[in-house]
T-cell receptor, first 112, second 116 residues
Framework: AQSVTQLGSHVSVSEGALVLLRCNYSSSVPPYLFWYVQYPNQGLQLLLKYTSAATLVKGINGFEAEFKKSETSFHLTKPSAHMSDAAEYFCAVKGSNYKLTFGKGTLLTVNP | NAGVTQTPKFQVLKTGQSMTLQCAQDMNHNSMYWYRQDPGMGLRLIYYSASEGTTDKGEVPNGYNVSRLNKREFSLRLESAAPSQTSVYFC???????????????FGPGTRLTVL
């Protein structure tokens, strides 16, 4: 069965600093991986997805993620944090029968 | 396009009351999903409908029923609400392809339900 582990339920960075949100997955088949963002009191919005093409995936708002099969990781990064990046971020992996399995989420705080 | 819409946005129920959460999508997607979100738990799948006319249980189906009314609409019913069902409920949809690919899910804005 597929599973996702997000390391760190809360990450705090300063404005302008590097953002690194960690995601490790478990999958018995080549995975489809996703990062979603949730702003306060809103639904989830897709940031980026990996579907077995390029291992470095670029998403919206300057975010990118690198698929590393040897490490079973799909960490999300952004070179310079902005106040508007404050949100909760979810990593997800495609499971059986087209379902998604989500991690528990990482809350990103950006300090001025 | 409105995408995925959900009604109501907020609801307060008393224990034992029933209600139906409505979801509709206008993207011609064939698959639809209901999740609940609780603090520190991420999103957990309640039920899903891979295509019109089919529904299946997800991770946490107890206390819920669903109806795939047509291709656009997928409702979630609580027959006898319990305080443990206090949560934020999200509906999502996606386009399921037959060629082995996978497309992302699109989410609605959520329904915040409190059961007293």
């Amino acid at each position: 069965a597929q599973s996702v582990t997000q390391l760190g339920s809360h990450v705090s960075v300063s404005e302008g600093a590097l953002v690194l949100l960690r995601c490790n997955y478990s999958s018995s088949v080549p995975p489809y991986l996703f990062w979603y963002v949730q702003y306060p009191n809103q639904g989830l919005q897709l940031l980026l997805k990996y579907t077995s093409a390029a291992t470095l995936v670029k998403g919206i708002n300057g975010f990118e993620a690198e698929f590393k099969k040897s490490e079973t990781s799909f960490h999300l990064t952004k070179p310079s944090a902005h106040m508007s990046d404050a949100a909760e971020y979810f990593c997800a992996v495609k499971g059986s029968n087209y379902k998604l399995t989500f991690g528990k989420g990482t809350l990103l705080t950006v300090n001025p | 396009n409105a995408g995925v819409t959900q009604t109501p946005k907020f609801q307060v129920l008393k224990t034992g009351q029933s209600m139906t959460l409505q979801c509709a999508q206008d993207m011609n997607h064939n698959s639809m999903y209901w999740y609940r979100q609780d603090p520190g738990m991420g999103l957990r799948l309640i039920y899903y409908s891979a295509s019109e006319g089919t529904t299946d249980k997800g991770e946490v189906p107890n206390g819920y029923n669903v109806s795939r009314l047509n291709k656009r609409e997928f409702s979630l019913r609580l027959e006898s609400a319990a305080p443990s069902q206090t949560s934020v409920y999200f509906c999502a949809s996606s386009f399921r392809t037959s060629g082995g690919g996978y497309n992302e899910q699109f989410f609605g804005p959520g329904t915040r339900l409190t059961v007293l």
